[in-house]
């Protein structure tokens, strides 16, 4: 090998090769049959200590969500907190949350895909579950804020015997249209990638299992022409979900800067809520990564501190564009000088919410910067799990800055008051309980990595030796 | 023959409520919860701003003590013209009458979504936030004419809708045109200044239209440009001259 100029990165090659290279997953490969059989571990491998959770989560989604929905349902809205003016607050909060958190999985699955980062290749399918699950908590989010929920299929466009069409002029309308597309665009994109996978946990199944990954993987077998087929399909659908993510979260922007209010009619709400949503999900993806890796089996292979160090580079750009956006969207009212956005601006800073608001500048600003800009930081898992949460948390008091703070300062100030949540906490921590549920029980059935993303990513690098540097260059295999 | 409305010609109905004459009495606020069928809430909710009232008396002070006079003001949906309330609603709610140039919410329709109050700058919408309590014998004090609503709808004065129909379809059967103070809303009713007033804008010659010449007329929020038919004639005009 040494007599040669070049040497072919070969798998059982990996030892002999430099430390620095070594800790890329890419430059480390494994033999096939090897990564296979470690990610069906991972799969199967359930402790005490994960159904003990799994029950836990499922008793508080009972009482937490079934439970308090039930009581809301039968009871009407007034268990909640809402009240004039707040007639919206914190579901409507999670619900622009949980389309945040769902945005950036297939955001950064699709642009990574189409701009072939190398670096995507263990963690897109993470991602992309996380953008089905929480999609899924947007829609309980919105069913849980009607006041008639058993009418919500009103809002479906069918003939009926109503005889009345849903109102397209209605930004909710929109926003419903935007969601459903997203969803159904969002779970084929996830799920195209997820076929080989299945296949390849088809063919190393028994039992229960085997028939339902026989059944999803659509008898996918490998052939030359199958590769051709997904990989054309799978190539339309990441181009394709980059502007439909754009245009869903500008929609749900546009809820509240189509509307009169003080404070939410900006023009700069679209991408503000762009940015926001890559800047929550970004985060998510960490905490997400860090639990796979901290947890399941087999997966600090593939879960590396290159990947945190990846996703924290891409979430201190993207924490500089909020900052931008927010400082933006505060500097026109400000120096509008319209009496109403005044008010509702010193409401924010000076109001009695205004330690909230300060949070948010801190854990969305403050924070991410001062941690993120170091290299070494950024390759400490644990610290980026906790720059996620806080993230996260910002971004969540963000969007309640935005909806039932905003809310408080209508143009009538005799109807002026605060919002207090009650039930609405314990059906937030419901949807969070679900998120986390679902993720655990597919954490079980469906390959987290996609494993032959991973085996030709490392078939395509090359470590060549170069005088005395080792160079590495990867082949163009899409 | 004046406040003539022809078969099928659109109306726009209009108010002027003169805040000189208003002594903020809330007998529009009460007659309106009863031709309406409005729900009693309740102490608990009120207190947590819940009120269901589709007019309310607003109290204004002006001046500096000793020398202070109140105005009252009673704020109902001001039927705007360029309503931001209805392109709102996803499920057609929220709609407007094109005979009667009114803003109409319809119960039945409505599933809830709240974005019409939200959207509402003179936040005169209320929402069913519960079922409540409708014992005997209120429930014999309930108008016939008009929808009973239940938890999680949205609903406003609508100039009590039942009353222009009422009118209109007993000048048709009789062969003539509703005239001029014939239709007369709850609250112009009971109200003992006759501080509101109600009737056609579209017909010169009206009392309302009369009104709304007065150099003390006003609209709300007029800068928004929602065109509100209703109007105001500015209060504590006198000022200073009646010590």
């Not at chain 1, 919105?142 to 809002?155: D, K, M, Q, T």
């Not at chain 1, 394709?240 to 009619?265: C, E, K, L, Q, Y």
Request: with cysteine; proline share 6%; glycine share 6%.
């Amino acid at each position: 090998m040494a007599t040669t100029a070049e040497s072919i990165a070969m798998p059982g090659a990996s030892a002999k090769k430099p430390k620095d290279l070594h800790e890329h997953l890419m430059l480390d490969p494994r033999p096939r049959g090897e990564m296979n059989a470690m990610v069906m571990e991972s799969m199967h491998t359930t402790s005490k200590k994960f159904w003990g959770v799994v029950v836990f989560l499922a008793l508080t989604i009972l009482f937490a969500l079934l439970g308090a929905w039930g009581y809301m349902i039968a009871e009407g809205m007034g268990v909640t907190g809402l009240t004039r003016p707040e007639y919206w607050g914190i579901f409507i909060v999670d619900m622009v949350f949980w389309i945040g958190i769902s945005h950036a999985g297939t955001f950064i699955s699709a642009l990574l895909r189409v701009m072939k980062y190398e670096i995507r290749r263990p963690f897109t399918r993470a991602a992309e579950l996380m953008t089905t699950f929480g999609l899924i908590q947007a829609a309980i989010c919105i069913f849980l804020h009607l006041g008639r929920v058993w009418l919500a299929y009103w809002l479906v466009p069918y003939p009926n015997g109503r005889a009345i069409w849903p109102n397209f002029h209605s930004p909710l309308m929109w926003d419903f249209m935007a969601i459903t597309t997203y969803v159904i665009a969002s779970t084929m994109y996830l799920f195209m990638p997820l076929i080989p996978d299945l296949a390849m946990a088809r063919d190393r199944s028994t039992g229960w299992r085997l028939g339902l990954y026989r059944l999803i993987s659509l008898g996918f077998t490998g052939k030359a022409a199958e590769w051709k087929f997904l990989k054309t399909a799978m190539n339309i659908f990441a181009f394709a979900i980059i502007p439909v993510m754009f245009s869903v979260h500008t929609v749900v922007s546009w809820d509240f800067a189509m509307s009169t209010r003080p404070g939410w009619n900006s023009t700069i709400f679209g991408p503000y809520f762009v940015i926001g949503a890559l800047h929550s999900g970004i985060a998510a993806v960490m905490i997400v990564l860090f639990m796979i890796r901290s947890t399941m089996k087999n997966m600090k292979y593939f879960i590396r501190p290159e990947h945190f160090e990846f996703l924290g580079k891409l979430s201190l750009i993207i924490s500089m564009a909020w900052a931008y956006f927010f400082f933006n969207d505060y500097l026109v009212p400000w120096y509008g000088g319209n009496k109403f956005e005044q008010l509702l601006l010193d409401f924010h800073s000076h109001g009695p919410f205004a330690w909230v608001w300060v949070s948010m500048l801190i854990c969305n600003i403050l924070i991410p910067w001062m941690i993120l800009w170091n290299k070494k930081w950024r390759k400490t898992p644990w610290l980026m799990l906790v720059v996620g949460i806080v993230i996260n948390i910002g971004m969540w008091i963000e969007r309640f800055v935005i909806i039932p703070v905003s809310l408080t300062i209508t143009r009538m100030p005799f109807t002026w008051r605060l919002y207090h949540p009650s039930i609405e906490i314990p059906l937030t921590i419901g949807t969070f309980a679900l998120f986390m549920l679902l993720y655990l029980l597919a954490s079980r059935l469906i390959p987290l990595v996609p494993v032959w993303e991973v085996q030709e990513g490392q078939s395509a690098h090359i470590v060549r030796k170069v005088g005395k540097a080792m160079v590495t260059s990867v082949s163009n295999v899409d | 023959m004046s406040g003539a409305k022809s078969k099928n010609t659109p109306s726009k109905w209009g108010m002027v409520i003169d805040q000189d004459l208003c002594t903020g009495c809330q007998a529009c606020v009460a007659a309106c919860v009863m031709e309406n069928n409005i729900s009693s809430i309740g102490e608990q909710d009120v207190s947590v701003g819940r009120s269901m009232q589709w007019i309310h008396t607003e109290r204004f002070w002006t001046g500096q003590y000793p020398d202070v006079s109140t105005i009252f003001q009673p704020i109902l949906c001001q039927q705007c013209g360029n309503a931001p309330c209805e392109t709102t609603c996803p499920v057609y709610a929220s709609v407007h009458s094109d005979s009667e140039q009114i803003n109409l919410q319809i119960y039945n329709r409505c599933v809830g979504t709240r974005y019409c109050a939200n959207n509402c700058p003179y936040q005169v919408r209320v929402f069913n936030w519960r079922d409540w309590p409708r014992p005997v014998p209120w429930n014999n004090q309930l108008n016939p004419d008009v929808t009973v609503r239940r938890r999680g709808v949205m609903e406003k004065c609508m100039f009590c809708i039942q009353r222009i129909r009422r009118a209109e379809l007993t000048a048709q059967s009789e062969g003539r045109q509703v005239r001029d103070g014939e239709v007369e809303p709850a609250c112009v009713q009971a109200c003992p200044a006759y501080a509101i007033v109600f009737g056609r804008l579209d017909d010169p010659a009206s009392q309302v239209s009369q009104l709304v010449k007065n150099g003390r007329a006003y609209r709300m929020l007029e800068e928004l440009d929602t065109q509100p038919k209703v109007y105001y004639l500015t209060g504590d005009s006198n000022h200073g001259h009646n010590g």
